[in-house]
C-alpha cells in the first residue's frame, strides 16, 4: 500500500519524458496507452517480486528460479504487447 504512490509517479513521469522523446505517436490515446501497459508491467513486476520473496526462504533459490520464471513470463507477453501498437 505504501509503495502505490511511487510505483504510480515514477512510470507517469518517465513516460512523459520518454514517450515524445522518442518520437512515439503524437495522440493522447496512443500516450494513455502506453502509459497504461506500463503501469500494468510494474505492478506485474512487483508483485511477482513479492510472490517470489514469499515463496522461498532462501535468496540464492528465489534468485536462480526467477531468470527462468522471466523467460516463460516474457516470452508470453511479448504477443500482446501494447508496446508495438504504440508505435
Not at 526462504?57 to 511479448?78: C, E, K, T
Amino acid at each position: 500500500m505504501v509503495e502505490i504512490p511511487f510505483q504510480l509517479t515514477m512510470p507517469i513521469l518517465f513516460s512523459l519524458i520518454i514517450y515524445w522523446a522518442i518520437k512515439l505517436r503524437n495522440e493522447a490515446a496512443s500516450f494513455f496507452l502506453f502509459v497504461s501497459a506500463l503501469l500494468i508491467l510494474v505492478f506485474f513486476g512487483n508483485s511477482l517480486g513479492i510472490l517470489l520473496g514469499s515463496m522461498f526462504s532462501d535468496i540464492r533459490a528465489a534468485l536462480g528460479v526467477i531468470p527462468v520464471l522471466n523467460m516463460f513470463i516474457y516470452r508470453w507477453l511479448h504477443y500482446p504487447s501494447y508496446y508495438f501498437l504504440a508505435l
